[in-house]
C-alpha cells in the first residue's frame, strides 16, 4: 500500500469515527494530524524532485530552441552580408 493510500485509510477512519476522536481528547488528535501529516511527507517530497527535473528539462529544451533561432538568424545575416 502506498502513502496516499495510508493516509487515505487513515482519514476515512477519522472523519467515519470523528465523534470517538474528538472523544479522546486533543492530544490524540494532534496525535493524528502529525501521523497524517507524516504520511505525506514522502510523496510531497517525490513531487518536489519530479518538478525540480521537469523544471530543467523544460530550460534546456527552451534553451536549444533560442540557441537554434540565434545560429540561424546569425547565419542569415552573414550570408546577407556577403552576397
Known sequence: M???EKSNALLSDVI???RTVIGFGQKNV????NRFQKLLE???R???????LGGFFFGYSN???MLFLGI???IGS???REY
Open 2 to 4: 502506498d502513502e496516499y
Open 16 to 18: 467515519l469515527n470523528y
Open 30 to 33: 494532534n496525535v493524528v494530524v
Open 42 to 44: 514522502e510523496p510531497s
Open 46 to 52: 517525490k513531487k518536489v524532485k519530479n518538478a525540480h
Open 63 to 65: 534553451c536549444a530552441r
Open 72 to 74: 540561424v538568424f546569425l
Open 78 to 80: 552573414w550570408l546577407v
